[in-house]
């Protein structure tokens, strides 16, 4: 057959043996082996240095230039040690990928030949020549130095033959070009704000960490396939393709039997992972067909988030080690579901946790209520922000599809915990209240144990659930750093706990008990925070009229959305919190408009091409071949009986030109409409006009390829359909 789709599917039937990684000793054996962790800067640091970096870690205090000369001597004899040869900051700039430069472990000896070199110097600080980064503007052309910084809170690590250091981005005049600094800003923020509302029930509490566990939605793909779609090469998902017959509806592939080529993927990629120091945990299919799941134990936020982002490289390596791509789109194949990265969050202290209920003791339960209630004031005030925090080109697909929380932001509890809360605020005495713990439900099953029954229902709807001891918060996109979702969640945390513990101090200036001047407050913010709560459908159209007049944020073109960085109240609370300025806001704005405006305009033009490269010559060709027929039967029969043979071909004639008529009109009224806007200077008018002007052709396009699709003779079709990017594994 001489279809190249032909070729890529009968490729992938074929592909085997399997290539399934050696067994390996037990996990815990090789677990952080190519991480310098506690363990390795113990042995390869004199005692003196690796307490000060301890200090520096679990204190957050600035490092010294001395310490870091000797740490990097250590960290450098083990690099060399494991075989390293170079080393690299790397970084996350704004283009939600991470970045690297590698420099060999050499200099000048001096006397004509090279020696193994690695300062402590260049383990804190480098200037990446970074002037093609997206910086938003904020470093001019004459000034287009940058500048990382090591952050000693996330351990270096190597891959291949590389150190790897991670660092944050910065401009020369301190502006943070990058997610880690604001990241690491708004974890200092919650740190202030949390211990200082903690310490009104404990007074020993000194700290207030975050959690993250987050969990990565993928696709795989057989790279044959992957490769013979230009959309998928380019835009990271299918610009058309009609349903398969089968996709999802007999929910057959969740949590079903793991495909074999794909367990030796998810087999390598978690031993590379657990190497790395990512902790592994869980892996499943998930809803759609090659679609799945994998998700580590929860860790520090920050280190999480380099964790993320570690894992969506090894993802989208190691997949191609095993004949696969990783689609991480958050909406590869309409119809079907896209994939998210929950982000479960949670705090504790360095006493305890703070979010778990129930409390052993009632003034345990007041602290797990005032946290769970600032976290909703936080989410109630920038529910809009929350969602600017998350919404992009590529989740706006997924957000609302009736399988995804829609572009609205709302928080689910439970009955239990949201009948605390009701009981809290309908109190008028200074009364403390319980809750049931886990009980215990007898199954009348034989030999099957008594089960624990959580006090916390689930609602899958929700963007952001409470989940027993952390918050799930669901709309963040499988693409995304999660640092983008995290910090703003930690800024708007951090900014209602700082709130509250003021409003909380003037009551008790004013001479209140500290339970009564607590419950005070919390009584007025449950009042105040209500319109956030919703445990019904997420995904129901009534929602969105609910939420509407309840006065949630209910925009969904991604262009305004991002407008809710630049609020007066958005601004207010990062420079307030210390996390970034208005400035930075500015600038990173510009670069989230830009973002958007590259992308569509990317699938327009892939669009465009495919439409005219492939979609109209095949179907042109296809039609020629049913005029000949025409005319064949002509030839041979009457014309009555002609009329009457060809009838049911003359009409497919037609509809093909009907379609291709629609797509190659529309084709070009969509250039013409970009050679527009593309005069637009204002960015943010463009992004917008991306948005109202040149999506929708994509949709109107897209209509009518596929329905080609299913007209045209299967084997004339070039581009590999979603029944074989699906199901051929
Ligand atoms: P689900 O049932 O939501 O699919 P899991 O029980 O597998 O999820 O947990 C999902 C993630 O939540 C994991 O990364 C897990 O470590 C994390 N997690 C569990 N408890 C907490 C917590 N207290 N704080 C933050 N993350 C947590
Ligand atoms: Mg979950």
Not at 242 to 266: C, L, T, W
Not at 656 to 663: A, E, L, Q, S, V
Request: proline share 5%; net charge negative.
């Amino acid at each position: 057959m001489s279809n190249l789709r032909f070729k890529v599917v009968e490729e992938a039937f074929k592909k085997r043996p399997l290539d399934v990684p050696a067994p390996k000793e037990r996990p815990s054996e090789y677990f952080g082996k190519y991480v310098f962790n506690r363990e390795k800067m113990f042995k390869y640091l004199p005692l003196a240095t690796y307490e000060k970096l301890r200090e520096v870690i679990e204190k957050s205090i600035p490092l010294d230039l001395a310490v870091a000369d000797e740490v990097a001597r250590g960290m450098k004899r083990w690099a060399m040690e494991m075989g390293a040869t170079h080393c690299t900051h790397w970084f996350q700039p704004l283009t939600e990928g991470t970045a690297e430069k590698h420099d060999a472990f050499v200099e000048h000896d001096g006397k004509g030949g090279m020696l193994e070199n690695f300062s402590g110097k260049e383990l804190v600080q480098q200037e990446p020549d970074a002037s093609s980064f997206p910086n938003g503007g904020i470093r001019s052309t004459f000034e287009a130095r940058g500048y990382s910084a090591w952050d000693p809170a996330s351990p270096v690590f190597i891959v291949g033959d590389t150190l790897m250091i991670p660092t944050v981005f910065i401009s020369y005049t301190g502006e943070a070009l990058d997610y880690k600094a604001p990241l690491k800003k708004s974890l200092a923020a919650i740190d202030r704000a949390a211990t200082a509302v903690a310490q009104l029930f404990d007074r020993h509490v000194r700290h207030v960490n975050v959690n993250l566990g987050w969990e990565q939605e993928y696709f795989l793909v057989d790279e044959g396939l992957y490769a013979a779609r230009p959309d998928l090469l380019l835009t990271g998902r299918t610009l058309m393709g009609h349903d398969s017959a089968k996709n999802q509806q007999m929910d057959d592939h969740y949590f079903g039997a793991i495909p074999e080529r794909v367990a030796a993927f998810m087999k390598d990629l978690e031993i590379q992972a657990l190497e790395l120091g990512i902790p592994c945990k869980t892996r499943h299919n998930e809803v759609a067909p090659n679609q799945f799941e994998l998700a580590p134990i929860f860790e520090e936020c920050n280190l999480a988030v380099d964790h993320n982002m570690l894992i969506m490289s090894l993802m989208r390596k190691i997949a191609r080690k095993h004949g696969f791509r990783c689609l991480l789109h958050e909406k590869p194949f309409a119809g079907i579901n896209g994939s998210g990265k929950h982000n479960n969050w949670s705090l504790t202290t360095d006493t305890g946790v703070l979010l778990h209920a129930p409390g052993k003791t009632p003034e345990d339960n007041l602290r797990f209520i005032t946290f769970i209630v600032e976290t909703l004031m936080a989410v109630y005030r920038h529910n809009g922000l929350i969602k600017a925090s998350i919404m992009s080109a590529t989740n706006s697909h997924r957000l609302g599809a009736h399988e995804a929380p829609p572009a609205i932001i709302s928080s689910f509890l439970g009955s239990q915990v949201a009948e605390l809360l009701d009981r809290v605020e309908n109190s008028t005495k200074d009364e403390l209240f319980t809750m049931e713990g886990k009980h215990g439900m007898k199954l009348d099953i034989p030999q099957i144990p008594e089960l624990m029954i959580d006090n916390t229902d689930r609602n899958r709807t929700s963007p952001f659930a409470f989940t027993g001891n952390r918050f799930e918060f669901r709309a963040v996109g499988s693409s995304a750093n999660c640092a983008s979702a995290m910090l703003t969640l930690n800024t708007a945390v951090a900014e209602a706990l700082t709130d509250f513990r003021r409003r909380v101090d003037a009551l008790m200036a004013g001479g209140e008990g500290k339970i009564s001047a607590i419950l005070d407050v919390l009584r007025e913010d449950i009042k105040t925070c209500k319109p956030i709560r919703f445990d019904g459908n997420g995904y129901s159209d009534e929602w969105k009229e609910e939420a509407a007049r309840r006065g949630l944020d209910c925009e969904t073109s991604c262009p305004l959305v991002i407008d809710r960085y630049l609020d007066p109240e958005s601004v207010q609370m990062y420079e307030s919190m210390h996390v970034m300025n208005r400035h930075e806001l500015e600038a990173r704005n510009e670069i989230k408009w830009e973002t958007y405006q590259k992308k569509i305009q990317i699938e327009a033009r892939v669009m465009g091409d495919i439409c005219m490269n492939h979609i109209i010559p095949v179907a042109t060709k296809y039609q020629s071949e049913l005029v000949d027929n025409v005319h064949k039967i002509y030839s041979v029969f009457p014309p009555e009986k002609a009329k009457e043979l060809t009838a049911y071909n003359v009409d497919l004639i037609e509809k093909i030109n009907k379609h291709t008529n629609f797509i190659a009109e529309n084709v070009e009224k969509m250039v013409e409409r970009r050679k527009e806007v593309n005069r637009i200077e204002n960015i943010r008018e463009k992004a917008i006009a991306y948005h109202d002007d040149i999506a929708p052709y994509m949709d109107s396009i897209r209509y009518h390829v596929d329905k080609l699709e299913l007209i045209v003779e299967d084997e004339m079709w070039t581009l590999p359909k979603y029944r074989e990017l699906l199901f051929v594994r």
